[in-house]
């Protein structure tokens, strides 16, 4: 079992700016609701090219981030052929190992996976994605004195490992989804976006 993937991560949730998740502290109002997207741009699983795809999961956070026990819906795009949706969620669902199995660590249910299209696009930092006709989310980062992108490192909680974080703000965020309950529609939130690689 071996996998290999790189490409962009746009993650966006309810708690304010900035996240106190990725710190490792309790969450915004107690909770945290999320959605997790990484586009992949080159990739294999166990030999299956799955480059130009997206994995995406809705996440009900119900405490502090790492104590686990999140409630998801994930999210495999439509694009994909029945081996390479297999793949993707063989690696992001965790069952292969790695660094995809520590995040999915954290999963105490999978209330749903779905098959939806989903459509990322990031330029010079700015990003957006919508997932399915239920979610959607538009973002762009912060600048530092220097004009160089605000980023986090070494930080208790990451969903790319290895990878610095650039500290983003969403200026739209919505998602309505009837497993989860979720009916959010936010404005100024809490966003992330970043490179990945994954590898085992």
């Given at each position: 079992?071996?996998?290999?993937l790189?490409?962009?991560?746009?993650?966006?949730?309810?708690?304010?700016?900035?996240?106190?998740?990725?710190?490792?502290?309790?969450?915004?109002?107690?909770?945290?609701h999320?959605?997790?997207?990484?586009?992949?741009?080159?990739?294999?699983?166990?030999?299956v090219?799955?480059?130009?795809?997206?994995f995406?999961?809705?996440?009900?956070?119900?405490?502090?981030?790492?104590?686990?026990?999140?409630?998801?819906?994930?999210?495999?795009?439509?694009?994909?052929?029945k081996?390479?949706?297999?793949?993707?969620?063989?690696?992001?669902?965790?069952?292969?190992?790695?660094p995809?199995?520590?995040?999915?660590s954290?999963?105490?249910?999978?209330?749903?996976?779905?098959?939806?299209p989903?459509?990322v696009?990031?330029?010079?930092g700015?990003?957006?994605?919508?997932?399915?006709?239920?979610?959607?989310?538009?973002?762009g980062?912060?600048?530092?004195?220097?004009?160089?992108?605000?980023?986090l490192?070494?930080?208790a909680?990451?969903?790319?490992?290895?990878?610095?974080?650039?500290?983003s703000?969403?200026?739209?965020?919505?998602a309505?989804?009837?497993?989860?309950?979720?009916?959010?529609?936010?404005?100024?939130?809490n966003?992330?976006?970043?490179?990945?690689?994954?590898?085992?």
């Open positions: 079992m071996s996998y290999e790189s490409g962009d991560l746009l993650e966006v949730c309810t708690c304010k700016i900035l996240c106190p998740c990725w710190v490792g502290e309790d969450p915004d109002g107690g909770y945290c999320s959605l997790n997207a990484w586009h992949v741009k080159r990739g294999q699983v166990d030999g090219d799955v480059s130009g795809l997206t995406a999961t809705l996440c009900d956070i119900p405490g502090n981030v790492l104590k686990g026990n999140w409630r998801i819906v994930a999210f495999v795009d439509d694009q994909s052929t081996e390479q949706e297999a793949a993707l969620k063989n690696v992001f669902l965790g069952k292969l190992g790695g995809c199995a520590d995040l999915a954290l999963y105490g249910e999978i209330a749903a996976v779905e098959r939806v989903i459509k696009d990031v330029t010079k700015k990003g957006r994605i919508t997932v399915g006709s239920g979610i959607e989310a538009e973002m980062p912060y600048q530092g004195a220097t004009g160089h992108v605000t980023t490192r070494d930080t909680f990451s969903t790319i490992p290895g990878s610095p974080a650039y500290v703000k969403a200026s739209r965020y919505r309505s989804n009837p497993t989860l309950g979720f009916d959010i529609d936010l404005q100024g939130h966003a992330i976006q970043g490179d990945f690689h994954f590898k085992l």
